[in-house]
């Protein structure tokens, strides 16, 4: 298990809990957590024993966006010459886009389980996520607006594939706080609860009942679901046609088969 300092991991069964753990600092990333993040999801994605993944945040916030400490540092290796810098800028800022398209392009389903504040690069995380959930009281604004500048860690990519174009341009536009209740309005996300208890109850819940299914089929439906948000339609069939040819092959369909005609539960191999 990996040991880390500003992310907690923890595995439950099938079902990887990454925690933010700089609940001090409401949980804002800083060079620190980028990292580790980055280390966490790459065990994820390696580890056969974990097939689906839960994200949070310890303390009162899930997470406030990049640590203005972070920003700061970046602005004081910068020098006189606009054309050097942006260069060095569009490095650092296409190196920290990194992390958000290793959560995306996560093999295993990753749920986020979202309480507090959720500013900035908050929604930038939650966007790359499979599936978010949050407490009624949350509060989200796509906060970039308000610091002079459009968010680069892809929520702006992602978003209008979540809740539609026109919400996400009123969003981006304003960066106006909006609660758990409209996050669920909107669908950001997919259910709001009254406590954080009952939230984390609720998204174990369905992480296990992922994690109970065969690994094959359901790491298979996230690359087409993935796959299929980038491509047309024609290029989806082709492209599943062409992945099935080779997982329909696999022993998992013949336990679930056997499964289901003796009423008995499934046992997949990782």
């Given amino acids: 298990m990996l040991e880390l300092k500003t992310v907690t991991v923890k595995q439950d069964g099938k079902v990887a809990h990454l925690m933010l753990n700089r609940g001090d600092k409401a949980n804002a990333v800083n060079q620190q957590m980028w990292e580790e993040l980055q280390k966490a999801f790459d065990w994820v994605a390696e580890e056969a024993s974990v097939r689906a993944v839960v994200i949070s945040g310890s303390g009162a916030h899930f997470c406030s966006g990049i640590d203005l400490a972070l920003l700061m540092e ?17 490095k650092v800022i296409r190196d920290s886009q990194q992390l958000m398209d290793t959560i995306d392009s996560c093999p295993k389903p990753v749920l986020a389980a979202i309480h ?9 995380l939650i966007s790359a996520c499979d599936m978010r959930y949050c407490v009624s009281d949350a509060r989200f604004t796509i906060k970039e607006v308000d610091m002079g500048m459009a968010a680069d860690w892809g929520t702006l990519q992602r978003l209008p594939n979540i809740v539609g174009d026109g919400v996400v341009r009123e969003l981006a536009y304003t960066g106006r706080v909006f609660d758990g209740e409209e996050a669920q309005r909107i669908g950001l996300v997919n259910e709001s609860f009254a406590t954080n208890e009952l939230m984390l109850d609720k998204v ?10 065969s690994p094959v089929a359901v790491q298979g439906t996230k690359e087409m679901l993935r796959y299929s948000r980038d491509h047309s339609i024609e290029d989806g069939l082709n492209y ?17 088969v056997m499964a289901g005609m003796s009423k008995s539960t499934p046992e997949f191999e990782d």
């Fill in 116 to 124: 507090g504040c959720c500013y900035g690069g908050g929604i930038d």
């Fill in 204 to 213: 174990f819940s369905v992480a296990h009942q992922i994690a109970a299914k």
């Fill in 240 to 256: 599943v046609a062409t992945w099935n040819a080779a997982m329909l092959q696999s022993n998992d369909l013949k336990v679930a």
């Fill in 74 to 90: 970046i602005g004081t290796k910068l020098g006189k010459e606009v054309a050097r810098n942006a260069q060095k800028l569009k």
